[in-house]
């Protein structure tokens, strides 16, 4: 069992450290089927009946009182003997969920902060891999990306930054609770209103585009996507294989749709893999077509894995990191294939301020480009952190659900240097903790707040929220159907990635759950939950 979310003071420069490196590798495998898969995720760009709005829930959230603009100052942490008595609160045993019987010299500490991240890669690989037939390696198994798969309808800011709300709810353990905290920005602006795009598209062409389906799909879907761009947006092809090379430089589509056209019609598939390749060339040709007032990305559409060239994480990711911070230029990094690089293109799109999905089917293809590529072009927040101030007159323990890599010192909630999480708009962003009150708690529980830089300013803004214990008093499952979303996407990562959460019912009870607030809410994500928890169910027997 890992430790609570209370940083030692002896750890900070290691904390410090760790916030900067923000996240692990995790080993993954050699990926098939590339190709149409990433025929499927440009074809779903290309789709124009993409209405609706961006929240893509029906779950709703609770809602806390505001205060502010800035953070309540942080609790005072207790005072405690430097070697603590076994069984206080101090206690190594007492402030793990699952007590590991090993003491701790260092008293509790009842901050809580972290880097906000709108990923969700881990829970669409879960999906694909459990139909597959196979159960995740647990390693892939991020929380707080199965919890951010589903959006919630908590309240929306005018302009740029956030609201923050929290609720909480009995956990089904004695004496445990969940408390939820909700960020959200506002939607995105109307098309015609938002700046114009500056896309490099950098596909993988290795050779099993060959194949009937694949690049002669990716080549008329291009072909599309063509028509649909507006005059002023710029589009660039870059291709990698065994090498890389600009097929389009960076072209304005007004006047321009005949090159991009021809570009298109001249793709061919090749051999193998040379992702470093592929990411130098397409940040080359981002950075030479690079437009003022324009919003500049790189759109990486792989399995991940490098098997040729450049091999080495560190070197890949040493390419990317002036282009980010001399043109602000930014990555989607969108994950295929039946095996995939999960722990590089995670860390790629960190280094490049950006964030990471994955796709498996058309469908997902359609939301990833009509929903989550629409809300990247724009920012509504830089630098973004959270922090979560527990009051230690009522909280005993506490455990941050996930966000195992994005975590920040606390002394760093307030440095605009250190690295946080850039958000567009329509986003919401949920973090979910696993509290224990003190017995007869009453009163105040914790204060949370987030903190983030003007996209266009970079002045920097707070907004808080607070939650009283009176707040937890309802069972989880009787709660509103935002948080159930919450609890049961948290109890279902837990149960993959074999760790231990308070109140946990078997996979036969969760998928119940999920198949009542699937009905409840007449939502198809929350259908399509409930049967991956119902298939992982049946891989583990």
């Known amino acids: 069992m890992r430790p609570d979310s209370e940083h030692r ?26 190709g149409l898969l990433a025929a499927a995720l440009v074809g779903g760009l290309l789709v124009t009946g993409c209405g609706g709005g961006s929240d893509g829930s029906s779950a709703d959230g609770g809602k806390a009182r505001r205060t502010g603009p800035l953070p309540a100052p942080a609790p005072a942490r207790p005072s405690a003997p430097s070697t603590p008595a076994p069984g206080t609160e101090a206690d190594g045993e007492q402030r793990d969920i699952a007590p590991t019987g090993t003491p701790s010299p260092t008293p509790a500490d009842y901050l809580s902060t972290f880097a906000l991240d709108v990923d969700t890669a881990s829970y669409g690989y879960a999906r694909r891999t459990l139909a597959d037939g196979r159960l995740p390696d647990p390693k892939t198994v991020r929380p707080e990306e199965f919890i951010n798969s589903f959006r919630q309808d908590y309240p929306r800011p005018e302009g740029n930054g956030f609201s923050v709300t929290a609720d909480g709810a009995r956990a089904g353990e004695e004496g445990w609770s969940f408390l939820r905290v909700g960020l959200a920005t506002g939607p995105a602006a109307p098309a015609s209103e938002r700046p114009p795009a500056a896309l490099t598209f950098v596909i993988d062409v290795s050779g099993s585009m060959s194949e009937t389906g694949r690049l002669d799909l990716v080549k008329q879907s291009l072909g599309v996507m063509t028509d649909q761009l507006r005059p002023d947006d710029s589009l660039a092809l870059v291709t990698f294989s065994d090498t890389a090379e600009t097929v389009l430089p960076m072209t304005r589509v007004g006047g321009g749709r005949g090159r991009v056209h021809d570009a298109i019609d001249s793709l061919e598939p090749l051999s193998s893999t040379n992702l470093d390749a592929g990411v130098r060339t397409g940040y080359d040709t981002a950075v030479e077509g690079a437009r003022p007032g324009a919003t500049n990305r790189v759109v990486l559409l792989s399995d991940a894995l490098a098997n040729t060239g450049e091999t080495d994480a560190d070197a890949i990711l040493d390419r990317i990191s002036d282009a980010r911070r001399e043109h602000g230029i930014t990555l989607f990094g969108v994950g295929v294939g039946s095996e995939y690089g999960d722990a590089l293109m995670e860390r790629l799109a960190d280094k490049g301020d950006g964030h990471t999905t994955y796709v498996s089917t058309p469908e997902e293809a359609r939301k990833v480009f009509c929903d989550e590529l629409p809300q990247n072009i724009e920012l509504r927040a ?130 119940s759950r999920a198949d009542k607030l699937a009905r409840a809410t007449e939502d198809k994500d929350v259908r399509q939950l409930a049967e991956a928890i119902r298939r992982a169910d049946e891989l583990r027997i």
Do not use: C, M
């Open 9 to 34: 003071a002896g750890d900070r420069d290691r904390t410090r450290a760790s916030a900067r490196a923000r996240r692990r590798p995790r080993a993954r495998t050699r990926a098939r089927a590339v």
């Open 382 to 511: 830089r630098e973004a952190k959270a922090q979560v101030a527990f009051d230690p007159q009522t909280v005993q323990r506490f455990r941050l659900i996930g966000y195992d890599d994005r975590r920040v010192a606390d002394d760093d909630y307030r440095d605009d240097r250190v690295d946080g999480g850039e958000v567009g708009p329509g986003h919401t962003v949920t973090a979910l903790y696993a509290i224990r009150l003190r017995p007869g708690a009453s009163g105040h529980v914790a204060t949370a707040g987030v903190r983030w830089l003007d996209p266009d300013t970079r002045a920097p803004h707070e907004e808080t929220t607070q939650i009283e214990a009176s707040a937890l008093d309802t069972d989880v499952w009787r709660s509103n159907h935002g948080l159930q979303l919450t609890a049961t996407a948290a109890y279902f990562a837990d149960a993959l990635s074999q760790r231990a959460l308070p109140g946990a019912p078997t996979l036969p009870q969760l998928a």
